[in-house]
């Protein structure tokens, strides 16, 4: 197939705030050099933000390093934490509000912000832009471009106008083979080529394997007598189990809006445990139910977290190309932020990628930028994660309750300089107990009024994709599905999924997987928690999936 080319200095794969920032602080420098920069950022959304969800609290930290003069310049961050209460819920009707005292240093919210991360993208686009990004929405990084000798080239963009059946239709438009001298890959987590690159050159064998999490949110409109503009409230507890860990947040953000959501660590053991159901069980406590009803839901959406940190960090570098952000985990668990990391991952990075250029190095396609750990290892960055390595580990080898002593005391008391470091060597997809010794869950009916059904939830996340594409959900094997998930757990694809996209279809003696791609709004649960490792993520036709409005 003949691919048309552009040849880029440095290509960023991703329009998050990793991906941006690196972009942002690429051309700062070159501009400031008088140097001939040339960056592009491809970003598989249809526009800047529009895959972009997040709680989201933020640190300003990075955003003070990029662009001092944020606050100045129209940026869509107003809203500043005013109060702060952390609580832990015993049951449907009940809740334990934390002293603040407890409350681990690094949870404390007091000096950041609450946002739309959507909205604080589009507006670090605009910046970009104006410094001489070309940044490409509804471009997917579908391949990556690999020389001979094993060198990342670049990326090739996914083929516009195939059929389900993978013949060309008359809107068939080739891919673009986009190459560059580096390429950053800022996908995001779990990024589908983020992935081929550590499994493929082994990044991840001094590390730990990678955690998750999946995080549900909505955006409700409320009653303005409940709404207190600037609190944010977490917990954890009920509705999870021991055999579930997580958390909640309820943030009051402006114009009488809130927004909701539950956090639920994808290293759980009950396959009959749903995600989105303990989401819609979750606010009717009294606690969020209270400020809910009378209001209006307006949005949901789905996003898997990278959550192992520090221990699961794998190596960042390849020749001819960095992987940065919560492609490669640099959230930090502890603070239950990784904006403003995967921001100074991003500005990490740019600036290793300008000095390789400015003395030469990196004028010639293929450099493997190990400077890149020394300025990792020397930045606020590295300390933030060294403080906080065992605090995910605690939780999963100690519970929620020791696991919350553990992290108060190291936290709060030692500032992150307990002596050992703590491991989690499971694998999330390892951790399934089989159907046949776990006890099923019953989930109440949605009244419509706080809790809603699932596929009420997807029409309200703006998703749609290309009817007739290649299904996006890709199976390394047909079979596996019904003889071994379907067998031995009950066939959890259908539980994990937050937006009803896989349902076991049953006729007479016969089962079979079926896939409603169309509802998929990228979380890429699926590709994290089957416990075959069956299913694998790949970009549907760019522009694809949902379309997120201040999420």
Same mark, same amino acid.
């Given at each position: 197939?003949?691919?048309?080319?552009?040849?880029?200095?440095? $290509?960023?794969?991703?329009?998050?705030?990793?991906?941006?920032?690196?972009?942002?602080?690429?051309?700062? @420098?070159? *501009?400031?050099?008088?140097?001939?920069?040339?960056?592009?950022?491809?970003?598989?959304?249809?526009?800047?933000?529009?895959?972009?969800?997040?709680?989201?609290?933020?640190?300003?930290?990075?955003?003070?390093?990029?662009?001092?003069?944020?606050?100045?310049?129209?940026?869509?961050?107003?809203?500043?934490?005013?109060?702060?209460?952390?609580?832990? /819920?015993?049951?449907?009707?009940? #809740?334990? &509000?934390?002293?603040?005292?407890?409350?681990?240093?690094?949870?404390?919210?007091?000096?950041?912000?609450?946002?739309?991360?959507?909205?604080?993208?589009?507006?670090?686009?605009?910046?970009?832009?104006?410094?001489?990004?070309?940044?490409?929405?509804?471009?997917?990084?579908?391949?990556?471009?690999?020389?001979?000798?094993?060198?990342?080239?670049?990326?090739?963009?996914?083929?516009?106008?195939?059929?389900?059946? !993978?013949?060309?239709?008359? #809107?068939?438009?080739?891919?673009?083979?986009?190459?560059?001298?580096?390429?950053?890959?800022? *996908?995001?987590?779990?990024?589908?080529?983020?992935?081929?690159?550590?499994?493929?050159?082994?990044?991840?064998? %001094?590390?730990?394997?990678?955690?998750?999490? /999946?995080?549900?949110? %909505?955006?409700?409109?409320?009653?303005?007598?409940?709404?207190?503009?600037?609190?944010?409230?977490?917990?954890?507890?009920?509705?999870?189990?021991?055999?579930?860990?997580?958390?909640?947040?309820?943030?009051?953000?402006?114009? #009488?809006?809130?927004?909701?959501?539950?956090?639920? =660590?994808?290293?759980?053991?009950?396959?009959?445990?749903?995600?989105?159901?303990?989401?819609?069980?979750?606010?009717?406590?009294?606690?969020?139910?209270?400020?809910?009803?009378?209001?209006?839901?307006?949005?949901?959406?789905?996003?898997?977290?990278?959550? !192992?940190?520090?221990?699961? $960090?794998?190596?960042?570098?390849?020749?001819?190309?960095?992987?940065?952000?919560?492609?490669? !985990?640099?959230?930090?668990?502890?603070?239950?932020?990784?904006?403003?990391?995967?921001?100074?991952?991003?500005?990490?990075?740019?600036?290793?990628?300008?000095?390789?250029?400015?003395?030469?190095? !990196?004028?010639?396609?293929?450099?493997?930028?190990?400077?890149?750990?020394?300025?990792?290892?020397?930045?606020?960055?590295? =300390?933030?994660?060294?403080?906080?390595?065992?605090?995910?580990?605690? /939780?999963?080898?100690?519970?929620?309750?020791?696991?919350?002593?553990?992290?108060?005391?190291?936290?709060?008391? @030692?500032?992150?300089?307990?002596?050992?470091?703590?491991?989690? &060597?499971?694998?999330?997809?390892?951790?399934?107990?089989?159907?046949?010794?776990?006890?099923?869950? =019953?989930?109440?009916?949605?009244?419509?009024?706080?809790?809603?059904?699932?596929?009420?939830?997807?029409?309200? #996340?703006?998703?749609?994709?290309?009817?007739?594409?290649?299904?996006?959900?890709?199976?390394?094997?047909?079979? /596996?599905?019904?003889?071994?998930?379907?067998?031995?757990?009950?066939?959890?694809?259908?539980?994990?999924?937050?937006?009803?996209?896989? %349902?076991?279809?049953?006729?007479?003696?016969?089962? &079979? $997987?079926?896939?409603?791609?169309?509802?998929?709004?990228?979380?890429?649960?699926?590709?994290?928690?089957?416990?075959?490792?069956?299913?694998?993520?790949?970009?549907?036709?760019?522009?694809?999936?949902?379309?997120?409005?201040?999420?």
């Amino acid at each position: 197939m003949s691919r048309d080319s552009l040849e880029y200095d440095v $290509l960023i794969v991703g329009g998050g705030p990793a991906g941006l920032s690196a972009a942002i602080r690429l051309r700062q @420098l070159a *501009e400031a050099a008088h140097l001939d920069l040339n960056v592009c950022l491809l970003e598989k959304g249809s526009e800047i933000g529009a895959h972009t969800l997040s709680g989201a609290v933020i640190e300003t930290r990075a955003l003070d390093e990029l662009l001092p003069e944020w606050r100045t310049i129209n940026a869509p961050i107003s809203t500043e934490v005013a109060t702060d209460e952390f609580y832990f /819920l015993t049951g449907l009707d009940s #809740s334990i &509000r934390v002293p603040r005292v407890f409350v681990p240093a690094s949870m404390r919210n007091q000096g950041n912000y609450i946002v739309s991360l959507g909205d604080v993208c589009r507006w670090l686009g605009e910046q970009a832009e104006q410094l001489g990004v070309d940044i490409f929405p509804g471009f997917a990084a579908a391949q990556l471009l690999l020389g001979d000798d094993g060198v990342v080239r670049g990326v090739t963009t996914g083929e516009m106008g195939l059929s389900a059946t !993978g013949k060309p239709k008359e #809107s068939h438009e080739a891919g673009i083979n986009i190459l560059a001298k580096q390429t950053v890959f800022a *996908e995001g987590s779990r990024g589908h080529l983020g992935r081929q690159l550590i499994e493929r050159f082994n990044l991840s064998t %001094e590390a730990d394997p990678q955690h998750y999490a /999946l995080g549900l949110k %909505e955006i409700w409109e409320v009653v303005p007598s409940k709404h207190k503009v600037g609190k944010v409230v977490h917990g954890a507890g009920w509705p999870l189990t021991k055999e579930s860990r997580g958390g909640f947040f309820l943030y009051h953000t402006d114009n #009488s809006q809130v927004v909701v959501g539950l956090i639920v =660590d994808l290293n759980y053991t009950n396959p009959y445990l749903r995600p989105y159901e303990e989401f819609q069980r979750l606010k009717h406590n009294p606690l969020i139910r209270n400020v809910l009803e009378g209001g209006t839901r307006i949005a949901y959406g789905a996003r898997s977290i990278t959550k !192992g940190g520090l221990n699961s $960090l794998p190596k960042q570098t390849v020749r001819g190309g960095l992987v940065i952000g919560c492609n490669a !985990g640099t959230l930090n668990f502890a603070k239950i932020k990784g904006t403003h990391t995967a921001m100074k991952s991003g500005i990490v990075a740019a600036e290793t990628i300008f000095e390789a250029f400015e003395s030469g190095e !990196g004028a010639g396609a293929g450099a493997e930028l190990t400077a890149f750990y020394d300025k990792l290892h020397r930045s606020w960055l590295f =300390d933030e994660l060294h403080q906080a390595r065992n605090f995910g580990s605690a /939780l999963h080898k100690l519970g929620v309750f020791w696991g919350g002593v553990f992290n108060y005391l190291e936290q709060s008391i @030692l500032r992150g300089r307990f002596p050992l470091t703590l491991r989690n &060597r499971q694998k999330d997809h390892e951790a399934l107990c089989l159907a046949a010794e776990s006890q099923p869950i =019953d989930y109440p009916r949605p009244d419509g009024v706080i809790s809603f059904d699932m596929l009420s939830s997807v029409y309200i #996340s703006n998703t749609n994709h290309v009817d007739d594409q290649p299904c996006h959900l890709t199976l390394k094997d047909e079979q /596996l599905p019904i003889i071994k998930n379907y067998v031995n757990y009950a066939g959890p694809e259908s539980r994990y999924c937050p937006a009803g996209v896989y %349902e076991f279809v049953e006729a007479g003696d016969t089962v &079979r $997987l079926q896939i409603n791609s169309q509802n998929c709004v990228h979380c890429k649960t699926c590709d994290i928690k089957d416990p075959e490792q069956n299913i694998v993520w790949v970009p549907p036709e760019g522009g694809g999936g949902p379309n997120y409005q201040n999420m």
